[in-house]
């Protein structure tokens, strides 16, 4: 287990972050993350579903599941990530709400998303947001979320961003290993159905040389919509490293687990 820190708390980054960012298209590119775990996950529940997106952020993956009709909801607990999506469109589902304490009806889901949400909480607090989650889960529901891995790449991209040791003194995201997820998911007794080492961001996009030719320039725009792409010595590198040292090179552990 490892602790991130940055120099502002989690919720004063979040906020900064989606308040400077254009609200999400709707993710195109359904082989990457986390579009495609997204559809993994709901091709688990054969009949017509009831979905929660918790921790929907800017709204990629919410308007993709709008959009193609599906009865999806999603939660933030920042209140202008959810005021920007549903300023653009009111026929979205969303609302604020934190997830270590929702106003859902007890066994509401069919199937619950969380990704990049359980690792903005202190240990004790994932616990209790696992606790939540699957109190508003069916039985025989489905969660697929993502967890910030504690590796050898994390450790890489956390010295990389980070700035002077004293202007880091605010918790950021827990770091839990892949043995420490699983612990967890046991204390509640649940089935795990299957599990993926997935790069988000590659390591390589850190530096221009390797990102494709539309992404030379940083957008986060454009990079939540269409993946964080590499060029072809990018991918090369990317696609060997991968190969060989899944659990070091990735970014997030993503679990697909049912109740």
Request: aromatic residues 16%; positive net charge.
């Amino acid at each position: 287990m490892r602790k991130t820190f940055r120099s502002s708390n989690n919720k004063e980054y979040w906020t900064d972050r989606w308040v400077n960012i254009e609200t999400d298209d709707e993710m195109i590119d359904t082989k990457s993350y986390p579009l495609r775990c997204t559809l993994k996950a709901i091709s688990y529940q054969k009949n017509q579903q009831s979905i929660l997106e918790a921790g929907c952020g800017a709204g990629r993956i919410l308007k993709y599941l709008h959009n193609k009709d599906y009865n999806v909801t999603g939660i933030d607990f920042i209140k202008e990530a959810i005021v920007k999506i549903q300023n653009e469109n009111k026929n979205i589902k969303a609302d604020t709400a934190n997830i270590l304490k929702t106003n859902f009806k007890e066994s509401n889901f069919d199937t619950i998303l969380a990704f990049g949400l359980y690792h903005n909480f202190e240990i004790e607090n994932v616990k209790k947001a696992f606790s939540e989650t699957f109190r508003i889960l069916k039985k025989g529901g489905i969660l697929c979320f993502s967890f910030r891995a504690d590796n050898l790449q994390n450790l890489i991209l956390d010295k990389f961003k980070s700035k002077k040791k004293e202007q880091n003194e605010n918790f950021h995201k827990l770091n839990l290993t892949e043995k420490e997820i699983i612990n967890i998911l046991k204390s509640f007794d649940l089935e795990v159905l299957d599990k993926e080492y997935i790069v988000n961001m590659p390591l390589l996009y850190q530096f221009k040389i390797f990102r494709s030719k539309n992404q030379k320039k940083f957008n986060e725009h454009i990079g939540r919509r269409d993946g964080y792409k590499l060029n072809f010595f990018g991918n090369f590198i990317h696609k060997f490293l991968y190969f060989f040292f899944p659990r070091n090179y990735c970014n997030v552990f993503v679990f697909y687990v049912k109740k």
